[in-house]
């Protein structure tokens, strides 16, 4: 326990210090002189007993500056865990406890960093891995260049240009470089060409029923419409995968207070409350709600990079009976 941590000011401290020791030296001066001993010898035990005191107080006011520069230089190396110890009050104080926080959030940061390549590297080996063994059996000619095959291998390609444009999208909304092309549109028209594309004719989709209601039917807003689209078909997208077979996924548009309201409800497995905050953060996969053949995990997080962008917010829910609810809030954009 350092002895000055319970005063808030650094100029407080300084002052204590300051007539502490000098108060020290006056008092072991007089003392000596009162005893008899010779004022100059007296005046050099004061001045001794006083910097013994300035060094044992000054050293607790400045051993954080000391343990931040020692982490400054572990966190240059890239140790990321050291923290200093943040008991004082004062100003010295509060830079000890920001420190602490700029740690933390940098530990953080280095985490994604090392999840987001070794996702990514994982998510790419995949499918090169997948193309590489076919096209070994076509050039050794284990296998026939059929239709079939080919199909397979266009899949393949297809996953990868998936993952390299949601990486692509991602890096731009995460450095805003991505303006948005407000307008004014029909949210009921959107609702709807959403529908058609994602589970439309001519799509895969044909097991799940989806519906749309828009209140009221004529609402509109200002927004980008082709970034709003780009959000809501991959929250159908996601609960028309995660339904079961003959369920039935809601995409409801809906005026409130600060804008409207988009809601996707689904008929699956849900989302444990516990895993709701972090469904959209990278790569990030629940064994709950996420299938073994579902997604790459960056969906969801292009979706609240576009929301935000928007000045919106979006959130994860339960339904009473099973189920999950995707809510995001947008103001329409002036």
Not at 179 to 202: A, H, I, M, S
Not at 239 to 247: D, K, L, N, T
Request: net charge negative; proline share 4%; hydrophobic share 40%.
């Amino acid at each position: 326990m350092r002895p000055l941590d319970h005063l808030s000011s650094i100029k407080v401290k300084l002052g204590v210090v300051i007539v502490s020791a000098v108060g020290a030296s006056v008092v072991v001066t007089g003392l000596g002189t009162w005893a008899g001993v010779p004022w100059i010898v007296g005046g050099a035990i004061g001045g001794a007993i006083a910097l013994t005191m300035v060094q044992f107080l000054a050293r607790g006011m400045t051993s954080p500056l000391r343990e931040m520069t020692a982490a400054a230089k572990a966190m240059a190396s890239g140790d990321y865990d050291r923290r200093v110890t943040q008991t004082s009050r004062d100003e010295v104080g509060e830079l000890a406890r920001v420190f602490n926080q700029m740690s933390a959030e940098l530990a953080e940061t280095d985490r994604l960093r090392r999840d987001l390549v070794a996702n990514v590297s994982h998510e790419l080996r995949t499918p090169i891995s997948a193309l590489q063994a076919v096209l070994e059996n076509l050039v050794d000619g284990v296998e026939p260049a059929d239709p079939e095959t080919l199909a397979s291998m266009l899949e393949q390609v297809e996953r990868l240009g998936r993952l390299v444009t949601q990486l692509l999208d991602l890096s731009r909304l995460e450095s805003g470089a991505v303006p948005l092309q407000t307008k004014r549109f029909g949210v009921e028209e959107l609702l709807d060409r959403v529908v058609r594309e994602t589970c439309g004719p001519g799509t895969e989709v044909t097991d799940v029923n989806v519906k749309t209601d828009v209140t009221p039917t004529d609402l509109e807003m200002t927004a980008d419409p082709e970034r709003l689209h780009q959000v809501l078909t991959n929250l159908v997208a996601n609960a028309v995968r995660h339904s079961p077979q003959g369920g039935t996924v809601e995409l409801v548009g809906s005026a409130v207070a600060r804008g409207v309201r988009f809601e996707v409800l689904d008929q699956g497995p849900g989302i444990p409350e516990g895993d709701r905050g972090k469904v959209f953060e990278r790569f990030y996969r629940s064994d709950a709600a996420r299938p073994a053949d579902g997604g790459i995990g960056l969906g969801l997080a292009i979706a609240r990079w576009i929301v935000e962008l928007h000045r919106g917010e979006i959130w994860v829910e339960g339904r009473e009976g099973g189920g999950c609810r995707m809510v995001a809030e947008l103001p329409s954009l002036v």
